[in-house]
């Protein structure tokens, strides 16, 4: 499947692609276009938008793109991927508090975005470690809790 969002990706752009190979689609095909050309990209490549104004896996209140996806593909049950959906939510929007981890992991996916920019797709790559890392401390967080 194709997934399409917007160029130049932070937090919630490299952590929905991570969370999508990750859970939802292990040969998803990853592209990024000017924000002003997604949705007809999407079109015309048979693409699901994600994060971009007014679609399904977009921003919701106070919620990021990466809860929409946790949401639609049923991953709520896991206690280790909520806990993850709340530290990217707080790297990727203004609540910086909402975990303590939250500034932490957008200091670390900010400097890939500076290691690999104007490469999305290395950018979205280099990211999977960092992203990695966190959902196995995500899991040994809940479970000791």
């Known amino acids: 499947m194709k997934w399409i969002t917007r160029e130049r990706p932070r937090v919630d752009r490299v952590a929905c692609p991570w969370l999508i190979e990750k859970f939802i689609d292990q040969t998803a095909e990853f592209i990024y276009v000017p924000a002003d050309q997604v949705m007809a990209e999407a079109k015309r490549r048979d693409a699901t938008p994600y994060d971009v104004k007014d679609v399904e896996l977009g921003h919701r209140g106070a919620e990021c793109s990466f809860d929409a996806f946790v949401r639609k593909y049923g991953l709520e049950k896991d206690p280790a991927m909520i806990y993850m959906a709340k530290v990217i939510r707080g790297a990727d929007t203004a609540d910086k508090t909402l ?20 490469d999305d797709q ?11 890392a966190l959902y196995a401390y995500c899991r040994q967080k809940t479970e000791t809790a």
Not at 99 to 118: F, K, M, N, W, Y
Not at 122 to 132: H, K, N, Y
């Open 122 to 132: 290395r950018q979205r790559e280099a990211s999977r470690p960092i992203l990695d």
């Open 99 to 118: 975990t303590p981890e939250s500034v932490g992991i957008e200091a670390l996916l900010e400097g890939v975005r500076s290691l690999h920019q104007p």
